[in-house]
Nanobody, 120 residues
């Protein structure tokens, strides 16, 4: 079984910063891709950023230049550094991981989500 636990969300003023963390645990052999999604109030869940193989990254245009995704493979943890936050960044942020387990299975797992609220 694989579990993803997110942390780091909270309330921040416009222009401020937050750092989200997502730690994966369980029978993990390796993690191919880790990603962050977000779902603003009343809107669909959209991809924010991905990181594959520890180096290849991809960002949504709306966050490019402001957000940075990184991972610590030794800890099976992915981070999202969010700078220059705006009101439009308010959303529930979800972690996702493409995991290969010791049972030789491969699947996608989701975290529970963490609330990020940008408000003055």
């Amino acid at each position: 079984q694989v579990q993803l636990v997110e942390s780091g969300g909270g309330l921040v003023q416009p222009g401020g910063s937050l750092r989200l963390s997502c730690a994966a645990s369980g029978s993990i052999r390796s993690i191919y891709t880790m990603a962050w999604y977000r779902q603003p109030p009343g809107k669909q869940r959209d991809l924010v950023a991905t990181i594959t193989g520890g180096s290849t990254t991809n960002y949504a245009d709306s966050v490019k230049g402001r957000f940075t995704i990184s991972r610590d493979n030794a800890k099976n943890t992915v981070y999202l550094q969010m700078d220059s936050l705006t009101l439009e960044d308010t959303a529930v942020y979800y972690c996702n991981a493409d995991v290969r387990t010791y049972l030789l299975t491969r699947g996608s797992y989701w975290g529970q989500g963490t609330q990020v609220t940008v408000s003055s």
